[in-house]
């Protein structure tokens, strides 16, 4: 698959490099403080967007890491004060273009990791990982791979679940789903979920919401391997008309309803006016937060539902964190250390691990803590750790705007739901602009 330059954000560091290299100021291209120290230790820096509540637990990372490998010192430094990942991008791209030197950088998605070494931005890690007998894909469950080599080392994982008020559950008399349900299944399980009180699940307006299967069970949910739109496949037609058919039965809020109200999909979840959320794990902080959503029910997981019974049980989606090394770093060694660290370490957990060998009980105890009322463990170790979980997306299917595919999903959707226009015609207004996106970037 070819990859396309990002014109615009080239043009955009070539400008700003001149602009810094007429200035005459020295200090703005000499690596900033990525450098050895008067003490002999190396300094690196960390660059992300997160900040408040994220920032501590980052600091308290740095903090073990640096005990750990007293020859490093890492400087944390948040491009933003908004919590915005795509404006840190921005700022991320304008500190490349002055030519300063990069050391290790955040990314909230593959795909946003591999746009930047496609332009040559990040440097490949494979030497590294090879020193310490790694295989990425063996060792992390999304290995960010571009033209056959390692640019990223992923630090967190984050799957998606069902999450299932226990309450209502056992109010209902059902027993709780397992890997091989179905989303037949699903809808038969809200239709028994629902009541006068609250409906039988939630969906939000989010483009996973509008193609589960997509996501769970395809290699990419918007391309195939040629960089062609996959939206004709028909597992977009099945997943719109089981939305359709749970609005009418009243078994989940109208979207129309969800957009005009601007539903948050915690409120609606932990308020108890839905019963079954698919979601992804950073609910498990919301869960604990108890002062922002309090609740008092505890929440049992399955796994997402497949297509039908003829997809491998155990396929699911799996979004992530990632770390990337600045091809411009002065000491890509340290760099990678710190990755790495950051990917296995189980003391300070804000979600699952990225990497897949790291010690499954220890990291359920510490993301639970003391939460057991509110958390179920064990539906949470099996439907995350257990042995069925199988990974299909391919970030080597990914391309440099593969996000702006996920809003033609989003559009495609709503003019299905809203508009009333057949599955089959909004599959082909999907595909005919995907095509002008694909072929703009060509």
Known sequence: MSWKKGIFSLLLASFLFVLVACGGNDDSTSGGDADEGDDGKVSINYYSWETGEKENIVEQIIE????????????????????????????????????????????????????RASRGVLAPLDEFMEADSIDPTEEYYV????????????????????AINKDALDAAGLDMPEWGWTWDDFQTY???????????????????????????????????????????????????????????EGSVRKFQDVVASETHYASEFFNGDAAMLPIGSFIIDMIKDKENYPHDFQTVFAPLPRSSEDVEVGSTYMGGHYLGIGESSEHKEESYKFAKYMAEQVEVISDFPGSRNVDQDQVLETMVEDQSDLIDQETLQTTVYDDNVIIPYDPAYSTAYSNELKSVLEDGFSRYILDGISASEAQEEMVDQANQIIERNQ
């Open 64 to 115: 073990n890491f640096e005990a750990e490998n007293p020859d490093i010192e890492v400087n944390y430094e948040p491009l933003v004060t908004s919590n915005d990942s795509l404006e840190f991008y921005q700022q991320l791209d304008i500190k490349v273009g002055t030519g300063e030197a990069i050391d290790v950088v955040a990314f909230s998605h593959v795909d946003f990791l591999l746009e």
């Open 190 to 248: 809200a239709a028994e979920l629902t009541n006068e009180d609250q409906y039988g699940a939630y969906f939000h307006t989010w483009g996973e919401f509008a193609g589960f299967p997509a996501y769970s069970e395809l290699p990419h949910p918007y391309l195939t391997e040629n960089e062609e739109p996959v939206f004709d496949d028909a597992t977009f037609a099945d997943f719109f008309e089981l939305r359709r058919e749970m609005e009418e």
């Open 143 to 162: 290995a960010p791979q571009y033209e056959g080599e390692t640019f990223g080392i992923q630090d967190l994982s984050q799957p998606w679940f069902v």
